[in-house]
């Protein structure tokens, strides 16, 4: 199993959601950063379940412990190794998916593979685990920090409800200001109710998560195996729900012409459109890099299903816990923290020697 991201700026992750802990070590980190950890705490909080109605009932502190790798508030270049302890959680909810396959989920896909999974709130595969990407992606904004880069993720869409323009259009400043975390007030009270309501029926619902990286030079990414958009959708695939991933125009572009997609220069290295988004021959050109993430309904549903047991036998089950019926207010700094390890990831490879 392969518990490890990143080229040079790396993050090896441990833990199971219903373990001891979650944890990680972050490699590569900048030595002389300064280590904020009031903010590394804000974007663990920002995930944390239990935060609004919207979300699980699970309550956790989510308090992190830095273990090495920091000296008198600044980063020292070494391993920095942190531990999130769990406090919260109610194993007995899922005795009775002890020998069953939920549908949708990693149940069977792990027994296949690895001949032993934990049932319990589906162990290394829960969307926990995400503890530790937000983490490593708070240390990495903070080293991006230095360089002028900064990362703002919003909820675009929930269900059918769907913000109808481009990023520029809205007050990025408001996403925090709901639960839902969508700049646009009265969309965000849209989206509320109707995960209230799909909560209210023990169902869930899905949507899409834009982001932007604003402030990265051009000359970031490789040419080939490593592209930039390449690294950031590898990246955002691996989040827990994730279904699709685009950039720049993506896939409303190709009902265009070449001549109407086309970003053309201008005096001062600046593009007249940038429906490249940023990222153009697997590198980025300067302008604001923006993507988008599809994520899925959650998969457990707190109303009886039809599924199958460890004998391959039909059987029914109505799952029990706190489960989130739309994983995508919680999800917004996974995706900011995702983002911000590949752009740092790519900007130290750019710095290396190449002979």
Not at 8 to 17: K, N, P, R, W
Not at 272 to 278: D, F, I, K, V
């Amino acid at each position: 199993m392969r518990n490890t991201f990143g080229h040079i700026f790396t993050l090896t992750t441990f833990g199971e959601s219903h373990g001891e802990a979650i944890g990680g070590v972050v490699d590569g980190m900048p030595a002389g950063i300064a280590i904020d950890l009031d903010f590394i705490q804000q974007e663990l909080n920002r995930r944390r379940p239990g935060q609004s109605a919207l979300t699980t009932s699970r309550q956790e502190a989510d308090q992190v412990e830095l273990l090495s790798g920091v000296f008198e508030g600044y980063s020292t270049g070494t391993p920095i190794g942190f531990l999130v302890r769990n406090t919260n959680q109610h194993s007995q909810d899922y005795e009775n998916l002890r020998s069953l396959f939920r549908p949708s989920h990693a149940d069977y896909t792990y027994q296949y593979k690895y001949g032993t999974r934990d049932h319990r709130g589906g162990g290394r595969s829960s969307a926990r685990i995400t503890i530790s990407r937000c983490v490593a992606g708070a240390l990495a904004k903070l080293a991006l920090r230095q360089s002028g880069i900064s990362i703002q993720a919003y909820t675009q869409q929930v269900g059918d409800i769907a913000l109808e323009h481009s990023y520029q259009h809205y007050d990025l400043t408001l996403t925090e200001t709901n639960a839902v975390r969508c700049p646009d007030p009265e969309k965000a009270a849209a989206m509320e109710r109707l995960i209230r309501e799909v909560k209210g029926e023990g169902d869930t619902i899905g949507g899409i998560i834009s982001c932007v990286v604003k402030g990265c030079p051009a000359g970031v990414g490789e040419p080939e195996f490593s592209k930039l958009h390449a690294d950031l959708g590898a990246a955002m695939l691996s989040i827990n729900a994730v279904k699709g991933f685009e950039y720049g125009e993506g896939f409303a572009g190709v009902t265009q012409r070449g001549s109407e997609q086309n970003d053309i220069w201008q005096e001062g290295f600046a593009t007249q459109s940038n429906h490249s988004g940023g990222i153009q021959g697997g590198i980025s050109n300067g302008q604001d890099i923006y993507f988008r993430v599809a994520f899925k309904p959650v998969a457990t549903l707190l109303r009886e299903q039809q599924t199958i047991n460890v004998d391959g036998n039909e059987t029914t089950f109505t799952a029990s816990g706190r489960h989130d019926p739309c994983v995508l207010p919680r999800a917004v700094p996974v995706v900011e923290a995702m983002a911000a390890m590949v752009i740092l990831d790519h900007l130290l490879l750019s710095k290396t020697v190449r002979i």
